[in-house]
């Protein structure tokens, strides 16, 4: 049964909107800050490697923190009232996250996202109370999405406003909890830290929060091979567009977004999907669950460095993300068949990725 949204009292839209507003803050206040998980690895000797556990969040991914960002900067412009419907285009994780914090704010709640969409997360965002509306190949489901904004919704526009949304100075942002949750490591000025880029919203506050603090820690964005951040970053150009498309969610787009700022990022690593998935098994054996793709590019771009690291005699710390639950991919990138029917082994993949970690080199 799909959970109603619960009203909230007034009529006064100024009223409604402190009313969201204060609800929104002490949400912020309950959720406990997310896990930073500790890991080495005996082929890498010297280097410290942490994920933060981002889906730990009430709404078991990342976005977490844009949501309540997107909702925030809604209201504090004077955009969403009381009573009306909110729309966004999303390929899952942020949909539920949108989803809940409408349900908390008493909202109806539209998602559009590709048919391709785990059907995981979009039972999630039902469950919530939300409606998806999926769009075939060829439909560009952001403009759909403003086509339903245009009727009288909110368009919070993650894809448009994502990296300005997001307090990058601080506020707890992701970037200052990593840095804070760090200070009392071995190596607590980070060498690396590791992210995709789906909205840009996060790669953006990490490198504008580096270069805040005055810090030498470096940012890679982590990307599917031939996506659009990484042909943009190459060639710095903002019209830059995909060569093919990608099977991990959230991260990789087939063009170039508002939110992505290649001046704060430091280096790209393309990774293949067959790689992506083979860094979710390696995961799932190292940390003993289940994290999504965009979690398992992440790991394949940390050995990398890594290894690079190792090479040059350098010791250090890498900080990534795990980015969504893994259980959300049980009927796809988990799924053998699946894999089978889409064509993608990872097994030569894992046993590279195991090389590295392991530090057998004889089997790469």
């Not at 008493?106 to 039972?123: D, H, Q, R, Y």
Request: charged share 20%; aromatic share 8%; proline share 5%.
């Amino acid at each position: 049964m799909n959970a109603r949204p619960t009203s909230i009292i007034g009529d006064d839209p100024r009223e409604w909107a402190i009313d969201a507003v204060a609800r929104l803050h002490r949400e912020a206040a309950r959720s406990a800050d997310t896990h930073l998980l500790h890991a080495t690895f005996p082929g890498l000797p010297g280097i410290d490697f942490y994920f933060k556990d981002e889906a730990a969040h009430p709404t078991g991914s990342l976005k977490h923190r844009l949501a309540r960002s997107l909702f925030l900067y809604a209201l504090c412009n004077g955009r969403l009232r009381p009573g009306q419907a909110v729309v966004d285009a999303s390929s899952g994780s942020t949909a539920i996250s949108e989803a809940w914090f409408a349900r908390l704010l008493g909202l109806s709640f539209t998602a559009v996202m590709p048919a391709t969409t785990a059907p995981a997360k979009i039972e999630a965002v039902h469950a919530l109370g939300g409606h998806c509306e999926l769009t075939g190949a060829g439909t560009c489901p952001q403009a759909r999405a403003k086509e339903i904004a245009a009727r009288g919704a909110c368009f919070l526009d993650q894809f448009g406003l994502a990296e300005r949304a997001t307090d990058w100075r601080g506020n707890n942002n992701i970037a200052e909890s990593i840095i804070g949750q760090m200070q009392r490591e071995r190596f607590p000025e980070p060498a690396w830290i590791v992210c995709g880029a789906g909205t840009g919203g996060t790669s953006a506050t990490i490198g504008r929060y580096l270069r805040y603090r005055g810090l030498r820690t470096q940012l890679c964005v982590a990307e599917p091979t031939g996506m659009a951040f990484a042909r943009g970053w190459h060639a710095r150009d903002h019209d830059a567009r995909a060569t093919h498309a990608t099977c991990i969610e959230g991260i990789g787009r087939p063009s170039a977004e508002p939110g992505f700022l290649f001046e704060v990022v430091d280096e790209v690593v393309e990774v293949p999907d067959a790689a992506s998935i083979a860094g979710m098994q390696l995961l799932e054996h190292h940390l003993g669950r289940r994290y999504g793709g965009s979690s398992g590019t992440n790991l394949v771009a940390c050995l990398q460095l890594g290894e690079a690291m190792h090479r040059r005699g350098e010791s250090g710390s890498i900080v990534s993300l795990l980015c969504d639950r893994g259980e959300r991919y049980d009927r796809t990138l988990f799924d053998p068949q699946w894999l089978s029917r889409s064509g993608i082994d990872p097994a030569a993949w894992l046993q590279r990725l195991r090389a590295i970690a392991d530090g057998d080199r004889a089997q790469d």
